[in-house]
């Protein structure tokens, strides 16, 4: 038997450590494990890329420019960095990459921008815009802002040459767009990790798919990193459990997931791994 | 009753004479003759777009403005391309109180009624 962990931290355990563990109880009885981290983004996804030769991970941070972050990321290849994912899941710079693009001119650039599952698809332009968001999301509907910040990045992206920009490019308060013009590809951070460490091979591969999470619960701590280890698991046919510290999900709406399990470790993470294998193998 | 629509039918928004007449009124109150109905869709509610109407003296490049029984309708270049053909109305019943608008773009709404996808 052959099972896949994806993990990602639980507790005081870093996301290669809790895998570890959960594969250890697999192991232990003679079966064969691989071990996956995985990470949406933050403090997260650096540690799930920690390790993965030549990968780096900027975060753009709050502020007016994105400049810090061409810096940072033009310092990642200069220090050999083969890819950069530049992580676009908290807060952005209000330049929609400017200040990125501007640094980053006549360089050569494999760059990856993670973004939040939910704003894979994310408009640049228009009512669910960038302008439009930022315009009425602060309370006060301000539709004079939200028309002259769409003309504005309308104009930007056509000057850019991305006169129709795809989905995604909205993604990060409009810092995909720089991903877009310098043809990098956007991605959620499951996605990145998985064509970095080339997963594919590995699912196909696999008889069970095991997710570890810290927690599982409709505050949507773990739900990002379980949907995409299940839908995984889904396309190759092939079961899928859960395991985490905490399970605040009923079996029906884990069901809704493609999870056919979730267990809470609570604490004992090995433990609960060992009875959990004592079942599920074969 | 039945409301009749007089207003271009092929495109934009299309006011009711009942909502028209409200909306006369409302202009009337406030004493002014420079305002129009302003209806903009913006991000947001539970089911991701929302509907805002306001008394406006602003006029924005691009805006679709028609004309309804003497009142002006403008409709912003972002929001036009999800209200061609959406109708505004305005109910005084037991059941519904308001502006209201049926929406043909709208694939859902919210229970709420405030808000569409």
New interface residues.
Partial sequence: MRVLVLATSVAELGPRAAGAEVAGAWAALGHQVAVVPLGTGGPGLAAAVEGVPEVVVVAPGVGASSEPAGLAVLEAFDTGAATVLLDLTGECPDDAGEGLLRVLEGREVSLVGVVRPEELDAPLL???GVA??RA??SGT?D??A??AG??ALTARAAALGVPEPPPGAGAGNGMALAVVVRAGTIRTGPQAIAELVGLEGSLAAADLVVVVTDALDFGGAGVAETQAASSWAAENLVPCLAIADRVHISSRELRTFGVESAYAAEGDLAGCAARVARTWNW | MTDTITGPTTAGVLLTDVAAAKVKSLIESEGRDDLVLRIAVQPGGCSGLRYQLELDDRSFDGDVVTEFGGVKVAVDKMSAPYLNGAQIDFADTISAQGFTIDNPNAGSSCACGDSFH
């Fill in positions: 228009g009512v669910r439009a968001r009425y999301g509907p539709i004079a939200a028309l769409d003309a």
